[in-house]
């Protein structure tokens, strides 16, 4: 506990390479860089978290998606474009020069992120629904907004760029949440994460 330290403060360079509290999972990472890192990976240990949720594999704990839900929203949208100014890419930094020079569908992605952050918190006191998602799709007398999208319902939760607002978001059961979730990091990282490390 003691060992949180602030990394945002000025001096961070200094800051960071006393910061034992922090993990060195990405060591010479410093500035504005570790601290995207570190976003990141507060997202990542977020997903191993909850995923054994997701897939009933554990009990659901409605606490612990909401709480992830806010990480979410913590470490997205502007919160995390603001990370990435320009001329931030190369040394340790596996950010790909597309982040800058297809910035809009970056940010798109960051944004998507957070309104998904949103959604899962409205939504996290739901358990998972399981199963296909046209059913439940249905249930909620949603399919048209979705299958009018998609043009197959049976698919949802695909990484369709859906034109869905925060409300009808809010009602899709949290394992379909989680999905689009996990979907958007790989998205974002297909195109503007480089391999391998
Ligand atoms: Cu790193």
Redesign the pocket.
Known sequence: MKSRTKTTTAGMALVGIFAGGIAL??SG?TGV??ER?DG??ALRDGVREVTPMMRGQADYDADAVAAFARTLQEHSGEAMTELFPEGSGGG?S?AQDAVWTDWEEFEALAMRLEVLGEALERASANAPAGGGGAAATDMMGMGSAMTDDTGMGGMMGTAQPMAMDLDSLAELPVDHLFLQVSQTCSACHTKYRAEGN
């Open positions: 999972a990405h990472a860089v570790k890192m990141m990976v340790v596996k």
